[in-house]
């Protein structure tokens, strides 16, 4: 990709897919070594996520000699985190629904839906909780990596 290039959308997609990255090591290695059927380890992927939208808003606020509209780095936050839950959630179901389907055994309580559905609803509870979360992310972020000229005047003159 060329540097001459970068937009809010193509930095999303990439910082997107590079966070999808890592959040996918991170459950891998959760579910190698026994930790992915303890629900609470899995705020470490909004950590993740929070790492991967602060790094795709820096790289786009470096690209633009630190003159970054407000709105651009926001959704490029909004994207990071949209591309790497989708990507992820995709990740998820070829995981829970075909290499170990043990794995949504410690996920529901019951089994009122069916599997299928289980892993759906997985699915979509992902790509939820990945959105919002940017979401939250993108705008405590753009608090600290927004422009100069966005930032209130200290002084009165």
């Known amino acids: 990709m060329a540097t001459s ?13 590079f966070t999808a990255g890592g959040m996918i090591l991170y ?19 909004g950590v993740i996520l929070a790492v991967g939208i602060c790094m795709a808003i820096v ?11 407000y709105l651009h780095g926001f959704g490029t936050g909004i994207i990071t985190a949209i ?3 989708v990507v992820f959630a995709f990740f998820f179901i070829l995981y829970a629904g075909v290499l ?8 529901r309580a019951e089994d009122l839906f069916g ?17 919002m ?4 992310i993108s705008l405590v972020a753009m608090q600290y990596y927004k422009s100069p ?4 005047i200290t002084g009165i003159e």
């Open 27 to 45: 459950f891998l290695i959760a579910s190698l070594t026994g930790l992915s059927e303890r629900i609470e380890f899995s705020f470490l992927n």
């Open 59 to 69: 790289n786009y606020k470096r690209f633009r000699q630190d003159r970054m509209p």
């Open 100 to 107: 170990n389907r043990h794995i949504m055994e410690g996920i």
């Open 149 to 152: 000229d966005h930032k209130p």
């Open 83 to 85: 591309v790497a839950s």
């Open 133 to 136: 979360s940017g979401v939250i």
């Open 5 to 17: 290039r970068i937009t809010p959308e193509t930095n999303g997609i990439r910082y997107g897919l």
């Open 115 to 131: 599997f299928d559905l289980s892993v759906t609803i997985a699915f979509l509870a992902i790509i939820l909780q990945g959105a």
